[in-house]
């Protein structure tokens, strides 16, 4: 009991410091503008986005405050603060962007977390290589218990699955990978035309976003024709505002060399005119 009263005053502490802490820090001597900028961005759209969660804070949140304050060059205790609260608050949720992350970066030692914060950062991610993945899934259980049309949940089902099939960071998969892709936008385009964006309402949380990833994963061609398409599902509450944010971050970067959002990795923000006008146009 002592343990569990632990826990949630703890938690309400986090979200109590949060709350005061909504604020930009000052720009140390040593970080540069530009680094100090991104850290920013992404600490004012985490702000936006807890907001938007009703300010329920996810692990997510947590992981990219850290990942601001790291950039912006703030002391190691806060950045490891913030990465212990977002394993503390769903460890699966943690361990699964942490993969992600180093898998994007080659591996943990070359990550920036590791290099500021050494041992304590290995030590922190050390069990979620042993993390089991998600459940088993029973499609076909989805289907009866939603009522969903089953024809459409396994075309979602099989494109999702081409999708991630060679999606990794050798270039021959990449290779491999964009063929693939190719295909994927013919047959997500068929399913547009016959259904409209399969959302929420139409095949739940489940398969919500397959048709989004496969725009998202598709030529600026075409991620520019559907870009409305996305935009009307996420007005009519079918899908969530971050994919929106992500694919505009497509967009923007490949068209002008600077995103929005700070959903692409490596990218440069955009100027702060560009920035409040897109979130503007899209209500974002």
Known sequence: MKIALFICLEIISWTTTLSQENFIPERPSNVSESDFRNGEQILKNSYQQIAED??????????NFATAYYKMGQPKEMVYDYLFKARYTDRKRFCEIVNYYHKSKYGLDSTGFYKLLGEDYRMLVSDCSELASEEIFNIDDYIEKYNYDKLLIYKLNEILEEDQKRRQWKNEDLKKQIEIDDINIIRAEEIIIKYGYPGTKMVGAKF?????????????????????????AVEEKQLGKTPLRMLLDRIYSKKTGFQIFGSQVGIPFSDDRTIEEVKLKYKL
């Open 208 to 232: 919500e976003f397959v048709i989004w990833i496969v725009i998202q994963h598709s030529t600026l061609h075409f991620q520019e024709k559907h870009l409305p398409l996305i935009v009307k």
């Open 54 to 63: 009703d300010f329920r804070i996810f692990s997510s949140d947590y992981w």
